[in-house]
């Protein structure tokens, strides 16, 4: 009976502490609570059309080495992506490289309307979204084809927002696509080349 007891204390404790390892783990990947915050002053006709884009060539495991890399320096500039719409075959956007890169696009994302859009990102490696300097949407490790988690962020007003996208693939094929649902809308779309912009 004892010995019965004990394994059964036993098996509770390992439930409990897998249990505590998938709260932390969701936490780790939940967005932050509150509205995103447009940019101010909104860009007029210096908005340029497109996100700028530097790259790091390397392998790596997790999107956080990508963010690492950007802060270290010495990437290679390349020319604007117009649209979030890749996919294998051929290089990873403007890299000149299908296997072995890191990429930080940055610039700005237009919502047509206010209220709380929808965000799905397809990737094949790790990619990482954000917002108004807010990590919205993240699935960073080595993985196959599919889709992030959906995040759903409070816009308050028509307008331009900061965005900042972090991504890598290793190796095999790859992906990086953004989509977007509007309120109240009922399918999930790619986000179209027109909603992105940069300012020189």
């Not at 059309?49 to 990508?66: A, C, M």
């Amino acid at each position: 009976m004892r010995t019965t007891e004990n394994h059964l204390s036993a098996v509770l404790r390992i439930l409990a502490l897998a249990a505590i390892m998938m709260v932390a783990a969701c936490a780790r990947n939940a967005p932050s609570p509150g509205a995103l915050a447009p940019v101010s002053p909104q860009p007029g006709a210096n908005a340029a059309p497109g996100l700028t884009v530097t790259y790091y060539p390397q392998t790596y495991r997790d999107v956080s080495e990508v963010d690492a890399a950007a802060k270290r320096g010495g990437g290679r500039t390349g020319p604007p992506i117009l649209q979030l719409n890749g996919k294998s075959p051929g290089s990873v956007y403007g890299s000149g490289m299908a296997e072995g890169v890191g990429m930080r696009a940055e610039g700005l994302l237009r919502f047509p309307s206010a209220g709380a859009w929808t965000l799905v990102a397809l990737s094949n490696d790790g990619v990482s979204v954000a917002l108004s300097e807010r990590v919205v949407l993240q699935d960073g490790d080595v993985h196959a084809d599919r889709y992030s988690a959906p995040a759903t962020v409070e816009v308050p007003a028509a307008g331009w927002y900061k965005l900042a996208v972090s991504y890598f693939q290793r190796r095999g094929t790859w992906a990086l696509q953004l989509y977007w649902k509007p309120p109240g809308g009922k399918d999930l779309a790619l986000i179209p080349a027109e909603a992105y912009a940069h300012t020189n």
